[in-house]
Each structure stands twice: as structure tokens, then as C-alpha cells.
């Protein structure tokens, strides 16, 4: 039997990507406040190697969301792989764990994002997740993620303005999530689908998801 060569990701710039890991075996990577800031210095120190476009992002105890907006074909996946390279390095070192296992269960999982409504849902839907979750009452309460550094929290990284504004109720449309589509959401995230309008995702689909090598 043949085997087929390994299709190799294409992601264009300027558009909007929603990216997640998780940890192996859902370890839990992140228990103390050092844990959390030292991620938020390796996506400081990514952007500005790699000039990439943040918009949001939350860490939590076992994986993360970045809401990433590359300027250059190819960008993405150079960023996305010194991030979890760098962290993993980095986190086994401080552990002393190095040689023990992989941190990540795999490759980074990730989908493009129509913008407009779309960009604005996806944001709602990871700055909510550790209210989702039940850690914290308020997002602002939750200290690593784009809510707290938008509302002035001291961070070793910056975030763009987005292709689109944020409402000045930005806060309390986070915080009342109940009404999110959080299950198609998390559909694109397992399958890597587009999350968009119907049109717009047929158009992404056809001409730029996957290419082979």
C-alpha cells in the first residue's frame, strides 16, 4: 500500500486563526502563578521575533487559546512552532523533567476565523472559558488572559486591536456567555473547520486549508 505524503498546513496571512494545545495526558502544565507568567514572556518574546498580530489569548491549567493574526503566508506555523519548542524546553528545564516526555500531546490545533461577528464570537468564547468553567465569577478575575491585560494588568507582552473593535460593553458581553455557540466552536476546533459564514467557509476550504508538500 502507497503511502500518502504528509499534507503540510498553509496558513495565509491576514486572516484570523484561533490555535489550541493541550497538554499530554492533560498534565497540568500550569499550577503556579510562575508557570502562567512564564508562558506569557515566550508569546512576549514571539511576537516580537516574529512580529506576529495577538488578539487575545487565555492560559489555562492544561491548555491554551491564542487568537492570532499572522501578516505573511507561512507565519503562523514558523510562530506556533518556536512557542511550543521554546516552552517546552523551557518548562522541563524549570521542572527538571528534561528527557522525561513530550509536554504536548501533539501538533497545535488551529482554524481560521471569518472576521466581523464571527471574530467577535470566537473572542467572547475564549476571554469567558475560565468563567465557562467555573474558576472564576468575572473574567477580569482570571489574571492569564488578554481580558486582564486589556484592563490593565502589567504583562510582559501586547496585544494588536484586532481587525474589528470591541464594543465598550466588551466586559459584559464576555461575562454573559450563555447564549455563545460554544458547541460549534469547539466542532471547528476538533475538526479544523472554518468558522465562518457558509460561503465564506466553502472559500476557505477550497482554496487554503491543506496543502501536501
Partial sequence: ?????????????????????RA???????????????????????????????????????????????????DLSDFMKWITVT?????????????????????????PVQKEAYYLTLMRYIESNPVRAGLVRRSRDWSSSSMALRLGAEKPLKLCDGPVALPKSWQKLVDDYYRLPANEIQSCIQRGRPFGGKEWIIKKQRNYYWNRR
Fill in 87 to 111: 516552552h517546552s524546553h523551557r518548562w522541563h528545564s524549570s521542572h527538571g523533567t528534561v528527557g522525561i516526555g513530550l509536554l504536548y500531546q501533539g501538533r497545535y490545533k488551529s482554524f
Fill in 24 to 74: 499530554n495526558g492533560r498534565l497540568r502544565i500550569f499550577k503556579k502563578d510562575l508557570d502562567f507568567e512564564a508562558f506569557e514572556r515566550i508569546l512576549g518574546e514571539g511576537i516580537e521575533r516574529f512580529e506576529m498580530r495577538l488578539c487575545g489569548y487565555c492560559i489555562m491549567s492544561n491548555h491554551w487559546h491564542l487568537v492570532l493574526w499572522p501578516v505573511h503566508d507561512g
Fill in 1 to 21: 500500500m502507497a503511502i500518502m505524503p504528509r499534507r503540510r498546513r498553509i496558513a495565509k496571512g491576514n486572516i484570523v486563526y484561533h490555535v489550541l494545545n
